[in-house]
């Protein structure tokens, strides 16, 4: 384990940085064997989560991802085309949660990028919970990386961490976002009109969300 973090600055750099950024890459099972690469490795070394981050472009990539053939999706599910939306599905769906790791674990300086410079408000965590936004979310487990990414992001501004200091006025910009861009309305889709999301996951971690939400409004 202890030449790990070399060998994730070594895939990131060579390799995975060029696979995720080709998103005209017509061989889904290699973008999706991409972005649950980095997600694992990311999990595996949080420490390595500022080195990720000033990766050129990589950002950028994952946040394109995070959109992967969305609207496609939405007008395919009604051919009943379910083999290629799933596969775009969960390209989306880790690319969320790789850029929900990068958030939690970043610092704050990490947190200003993503927030002020990547838009990461609207662009990834309210376009996967996807209703007000119009960006017609159908993959589960995409809409619950985007809640959870939510809950994630006012808890570290609210109550800091030892990698993150709490940061108020951040925080009170991050509201102001959610409210303009009708989040709060969106966070109540999983727990009530979502049928696809029968599992109670979505609506656990929905609730959860909501009530942080709220209690560090």
Not at 68 to 78: D, G
Not at 175 to 194: K, Q, R, V
Not at 198 to 210: F, G, I, R, V, Y
Request: glycine content about 6%; charged content about 20%; proline content about 1%.
């Amino acid at each position: 384990m202890s030449n790990f973090p070399q060998f994730i600055s070594d895939a990131s750099q060579n390799s995975s940085q060029t696979i995720i950024q080709s998103t005209n890459n017509q061989h889904h099972f290699t973008n999706i064997g991409a972005t649950y690469l980095l997600r694992t490795l990311l999990i595996r070394n949080t420490n390595f989560i500022s080195d990720v981050s000033s990766i050129p472009g990589l950002i950028n990539s994952l946040i394109i991802l995070s959109r992967f053939q969305r609207q496609k999706n939405y007008r395919q599910s009604e051919q009943n085309e379910s083999i290629q939306s799933e596969h775009a599905g969960l390209i989306r769906s880790e690319s969320i949660l790789s850029l929900g790791w990068i958030q939690y674990f970043g610092n704050l300086n990490i947190q200003l990028l993503l927030i002020n410079k990547y838009d990461y408000i609207h662009s990834v965590l309210l376009e996967g919970i996807g209703n007000c936004s119009g960006s017609f979310e159908q993959n589960t487990r995409a809409t619950i990386n985007a809640v959870e990414g939510i809950n994630w992001l006012f808890i570290i501004l609210n109550e800091g961490r030892d990698w993150c200091d709490k940061n108020h006025e951040l925080k009170k910009q991050v509201e102001e976002e959610i409210e303009i861009g009708g989040g709060i309305e969106d966070l109540e889709t999983p727990m009530f009109l979502n049928s696809e999301m029968n599992d109670e996951d979505s609506k656990w971690e929905a609730l959860q969300t909501k009530r942080i939400v709220v209690s560090y409004w």
